[in-house]
């Protein structure tokens, strides 16, 4: 009975051994040597583990990358990290040139992640890759390793591809093996679709026959877009459009608050994202339709008139719209003031906004009235400046050398230009 419990001890001894002396097959499948890989089967061991029984022992395991793929994947899920939480890349089509030719790389988001494609030619590509070539995408980077021939042997020969994408271009750089230092190849740049004149007034008015909101796209020379938005009792903006992909871009011009827009129309019916705001009424997120205009997409060479200007009054009261959201901000102002400096500086703010918007009325009126009728409008204009002047000077008389003299004198004067804006605007009629 010892001899059978000895015995027994000894075989568990040795089956233990034999055990340890198997090693887990690396997650990595692949030996790495000089750009010519073994591609191992699922249930096949590695023959220098079974051999050595020590990974360490083997110069052929996944280590030998130089480090570079394993530094970029964490815990050596090369192929996974194709598939699975990679930034957003971006999908599109870019165009290059190669020896000649025009080049195309065409990326395509998937259900299992993204296929990348470059087309040298009309008739050939160098390489047509899919999920599970993306070794990683770290930052801007996507690295690619891509099976350029695979023999019966199941043996490889693999290429390395780094595709570097900025705003609409990407740079994209070859290298043989992982030790070599990447060589650029190209620069390519994305495809802008081709996009129809939009040009057009469209409007909203909130069914009934006025116009209460109005979106105005003139196309320039340049390819971009002359842009009015008025927005019934909000406010009034203008600036420029480009197109980006297949969104067109609104920006505000410098003389009014920072804004931007996507604007996007379909047939005869417009939309108006507002993506940066917080001024003027207008907030970001906030979406406004123009359901009921159409661009006249008349005759040929008939672009101007599908893109003509709003009316003398609406470009005033766009205008006047701008003024009030101004005023608004500048009542915050004098209401938080402590000091008497802080109440003269924002009356006097007050003041020089109004006559902004005078001079800018005044602009677009003479622009657009008669000579006799704007003869008629100086004799008013220089009697209401004499009264203007009077009436300030009488205000500040009755506080004279006091330190709220700056204050009431500049009120005075902002409440006779506002009035005289309104009274402006009903030239335009």
């Known amino acids: 009975m010892r001899k059978m419990k000895i015995a027994m001890a000894a ?3 040795l089956f233990v051994l034999s055990s340890c002396g198997r090693i887990e097959k690396p997650e990595d499948e692949t030996k790495v040597g000089s750009g010519i ?6 249930d096949e061991k590695p023959q220098a583990a079974q051999n050595t029984g020590t990974a360490g022992d083997s110069e052929d395991h996944t280590g030998s990358d130089n480090g570079d793929s394993a530094a970029r994947v964490a815990g050596g899920e090369k192929a996974e990290t194709g598939k699975e939480s990679v930034p957003e890349i971006p999908a599109g089509e870019y165009e290059y040139v190669s020896d000649g030719e025009i080049g195309k790389l065409v990326i395509e988001k998937t259900s299992e992640g993204y296929d990348i494609s470059d087309y040298k030619s009309e008739y050939s590509y160098r390489f ?25 042997d199941d043996t490889a020969d693999f290429s390395y591809y780094t595709l570097e994408y900025g705003i609409d271009e990407i740079n994209v750089y070859y290298r043989k093996s992982p030790q070599e230092d990447a060589e650029f190849l190209y620069c390519a740049k994305k495809k802008q679709t081709e996009t129809k004149d939009i040009s057009g007034i469209y409007t909203d008015k909130q ?15 340049d390819g971009t ?27 505000s011009d410098d003389s009014y608050p920072y804004v931007l827009a996507d604007i996007s129309v379909t047939g005869s019916q417009a939309e108006v994202a507002f993506t940066k705001a917080g001024v003027l009424g207008i907030q970001a997120g906030d979406v406004y339709s123009f359901p009921d205009g159409a661009p006249n997409k008349p005759e040929e060479g008939q672009a101007e008139a599908a893109a003509s200007q709003p009316s003398l009054s609406d470009q005033i009261a766009a205008e006047i719209f701008y003024a009030e959201e101004r005023e608004k901000e500048i009542e915050k102002k004098q209401k938080a003031a402590v000091t008497q400096m802080d109440m003269n500086l924002t009356a006097a703010e007050m003041h020089q906004m109004w006559d902004d918007t005078l001079n800018i009325v005044w602009g677009l009126l003479e622009a657009n009235l008669s000579e006799a009728d704007m003869e008629v409008l100086r004799k008013e ?15 500040g008389q009755e506080c004279e050398g006091g330190s709220i003299q700056p204050s009431v004198e500049a009120s005075r004067a902002a409440d006779l230009t506002k009035a005289r804006v309104y009274e402006l605007a009903e030239y335009a009629k």
């Open 128 to 152: 047509l890759a899919d999920s599970s070539n993306i070794e990683a995408v770290e930052d801007n980077k996507i690295y690619i390793k891509y099976p350029e021939q695979v023999y019966t």
């Open 11 to 13: 075989g568990t001894i």
């Open 381 to 395: 204009e220089r009697e209401w400046i004499a009264f203007k002047d009077a009436e300030v000077q009488a205000a």
């Open 37 to 42: 890989e073994k591609i191992i089967e699922i």
């Open 207 to 221: 069914g009934t026959s006025d116009v209460y909101s109005e979106l105005v796209l003139a196309l320039q020379a």
């Open 225 to 251: 877009y002359a842009v009015e938005i008025g927005i019934y009792r909000v406010t009034g903006l203008r600036g420029t459009a480009v197109w980006e992909g297949d969104t067109l871009r609104f920006t």
